[in-house]
């Protein structure tokens, strides 16, 4: 008798547990499946970003253009109706996250990247005809350092420094006989010690055994805007700046 | 007797049956109840976050000196004068670790650099959330009655604001929410008071419409307060989203209430009889550079311009010609105190740019408007309305009074208790949700609320949240000793005829004088002891490029002979820098040993070509003011005191300080002093 009624109670319990675990599961796909209700009505076999990479944006901040990838096919045609996803490491926020690709065979997403500086590697997929695509889109959030630093390239630096010119801002790049270094040039630059750098901006290119051309700024900028310069210039660094810091032996 | 009584009975004979018993019993609870609190202690949320700490540093190079640094138990900051009671660092161990760079878990990251120590200052201050809470639900995300959840990351710069009322180079953000509030009429409705009490002004010129129906037609008066921004993108008119027939009667009463500006149509009637020289129109609006200030949609639809006056995109649907002529003429006469200059154009150009001006319109602007000649009820109806939105806040309206305390005082918008707000539903329970929200759809929050929808983006949005963040109790309670005081414009009036005349010219839209003025155009404080005399007659008779890489530039007037010489005895006469000694460079006739010298320093020590242009043969610098005839531009004296500190005379000026010897500054002086150029007096075209 007490051994029906304990393997009765076993089964209830069985069958409750089951039951637990469908609801459970069922509650936690709905959100999943309300993310896939976009239906693609193509598929495409490359993806290219065609604009929106490699900008320099603030932690925790929208970057300033959205992300712009475009899904081809085989002849290299943009496919309309494609899915796309977006996605990124944990603080990144995709505005659409998912969507589908316009008649440009183009999507648009706005970034807003997470609250620690440094470089984040973003990728999008798509599915694809057979297998899955991907490409890896890097973007750049800026500390509050790295952005005084930014700011202060903006000023003194990058009139020279920047070879580019823009619509407010001539670039006196060509003007120069001895070419000075773009802060995005890793190779270079990666390989000067901080204090090196500190050096031939406070003292100028001479402290170095480098060009006068390069003047001297240590009356101009203090010790610290010359510390947020240079970590502006690690930041933008490509490729990019690995500290040398201090190095511990594992135990 | 009863089971359960027997029960109880043998029980309490257990426990309590002897001394001994009851003693062991009452000795062991008494010990169990001693041991709540370190077991509480132990199961603490902040507990285990030390334990994982310690486990986190355990296996690392680095890990003695952490477990060194590291004090068990909870941490506080407690900083009276700022009100800050911070126990963050408890489970936020890392923060002040210079050695856990490359951490990336929280709570245990290294605080990114700032300019402050984090023991100065405590962490609420920036960050928000309640500093003495010690569980992490009730530190970052409260919503109880008088305390707040932690500000997201993007409106940290509001913390930056509390103390510093000026700008700070680092906080972009927050300057351009400050610079949105005086600059999109935001105060004129809303009163803001800085901690030290002085008043947030207003900084934009809205215009006066007590004549406005000598400048435009009542159907553009609907058509614009139907949709500002259908009318210029730009425009910084927010949309009060008014129904037809609201639009109807304002347009009505503010025709009806505008008075004729006595003597504009007889000026306008000369100017407008002078032949129009159509093919000099963009040429004559080029070289008189309104772009600097007013900006025109291209083609591809991009605004090209300055912002300081309004979009001329389709001024010709807005002007009417008489009044445009009478404007151009002498915008002073419709409005003493606008930004604009008085040019003194020829009765000719005034044709010609009006001309240009009206052409640029839009044919389908505006069509579909029949608007019936109003009858009295409608004209008091539209009153009404104008008393109500409060247009007089901003606009000069005849019959209506400005408003005072019109919307409600911001002063401590940023530490607004969340009790009192009135969340939609759905919505983020959060001070900055409500902020934007507000900002950018006011009227989700009812029909009847009476602020408009401003045409702010994004990211517009969250600077002026930003902004307004910052007005918090805590600024206003910390002592004034510890706050950075506003820069506040000044309100220097130049005195004399001269004074009137700089007034006309509008030089403060562009130069900044003694601490008033715009900051387009050089700083003209110390303009007397830096220019020779015939040079600046020059200057101002036909302004050359200095320049060559600046897209702003200095427009022409047409100054009589006796204004120009007024102007410039003025400028030599009273703005002269204590600092520039005319004695440092005694000798104003150089040898030719101390030329040679100055120019070896200027093109190798110091290669001041890199950035200037000293022969236009060989030098291609392009930052800094072409040289090629300094000698007849700037005094001797001012040369040397430049030399010796750029920033002391110009603070902010990109020319950096070379901590020059005064031998090498005399030298180069010298140098300087000899490049004449070739034309007469530098005037070279």
Known sequence: MITRIRSMMVRAGIVLVGVFALVGVAGCKRPAQQATTLKASAAGTALVESSGGHQLGVTGTALKDPLVVQVN??????????????????????????????????????????????????????????????????????????????????????????????????????????????????????????????????????????????????????????????????AVADPPYQSAGTVYARK | MHPIRRYLSSAWQALFGDAVRAFGVVSAVLLL????????????????????????????????????????????????????????TTCHLGLNEAGLGDVSQQPFRKHPAIPHSLDGFGCVICHGGQGPATTVAEAHHSERAGEEPILPARYIESGCG?????????????????????RYGCVRCHAITRPDGTRVMATDHPPSLVHIADKTTREWIYSWLKDPQAYAESTTMPNYKLSDADARDLSAYLMSSSTPREGDTALAATKAGSSADLAAGPSLY??????????????????????????LTRIGNKAKPEWLAAWLANPRVYDATTLM???????????????????????????????????????????????????????????????????PDLSTIGSKPLAQIVFLPGMEVSLPSYIVAKIRQPRAFGASVKMPQFALTAPQADALTTALLSLTNRSRSMPDTLRVAATVETNYQPAGHAGKLINELACFSCHRINGRGGDMAPDLTWEGSSVQRQWLIDFLRNPNTLRPSLIRRMPRFNLSDSENKELTEYILAVYQSPAVDADAVPDPSHSPDVVEHGKQLFYSKYACQSCHIANDKTDKGYIGPTLTQVGSRLTAAWIYSWL??????RPGTTEPNQNMSDED???????????????????KL
């Open chain 2, 644 to 649: 010796k500190n750029p920033q002391a005379l």
């Open chain 2, 162 to 182: 509390q103390c510093h009322q000026n700008a700070l180079p680092g906080t972009p953000q927050l300057n351009l929410g400050r610079a949105m509030l005086t």
């Open chain 2, 665 to 683: 500054a005399r030298a180069l002086a010298a140098f300087l002093m000899s490049l004449k150029g070739q034309g007469a007096h530098g005037a």
């Open chain 2, 286 to 311: 080029g070289q008189s550079f309104c772009a600097s200030c007013h900006a025109v949609q291209n083609a591809a639809g991009n605004l090209v311009g300055g912002d300081v006056g309004p979009e």
């Open chain 2, 341 to 407: 200059p008085h040019y003194r154009f020829t009765a000719q150009q005034v044709a010609t740019l009006t001309t240009f001006l009206q052409a640029k319109s839009d044919s389908d602007y505006g069509t579909g408007v029949h608007l019936d000649a109003p009858i009295p009820a409608q004209v008091a109806h539209g009153k009404r309305l104008i008393v109500e939105l409060g247009c007089a806040a901003c606009h000069e309206i005849n019959g209506v009074q400005k408003p005072e305390n019109f919307a």
């Open chain 2, 33 to 88: 109840a001693l041991a709540i609190a370190p077991a509480k202690n132990q199961f603490a949320q902040w507990h285990q976050y030390q334990r994982r700490y310690l486990s986190l540093i355990h296996d690392r190079g680095d890990a003695v000196t952490l477990r060194r640094r590291f004090q068990p138990g909870i941490h506080q900051t407690w900083l009276p004068e700022l009100g800050v009671v911070d126990r963050c």
């Open chain 1, 73 to 234: 096919d085989d002849q290299g045609t943009a496919v309309p109706g494609a899915l796309v996803e977006f996605h990124g490491p944990f603080g990144v926020t995709f505005d659409p996250a998912a969507m589908l690709t316009d008649t440009s065979g183009q999507a648009t997403t706005a970034v807003t990247l997470g609250t620690i500086a440094g470089r984040y590697q973003l990728s999008a997929v798509t599915p694809g005809k057979s297998k899955a695509v991907t490409i890896e889109i890097v973007e750049m959030a800026l500390g509050y350092q790295q952005r005084v630093g930014s700011i202060l390239n903006e000023k003194h630096c990058s009139r020279c420094h920047d070879p580019e010119s823009s619509a407010e801002r001539v670039s006196n790049f060509n003007n120069l006989e001895v070419k000075p270094h773009a802060f995005a040039e890793g190779d270079t630059l990666n390989k000067m010690s901080d204090a090196d750098l500190t050096a031939i901006i406070q003292h100028g290119g001479p402290a170095l055994n480098r060009s006068a051309l390069m003047p001297p700024y240590g009356s101009t900028l203090s010790a610290s805007d010359v510390r947020a310069l240079i970590s502006y210039i690690r």
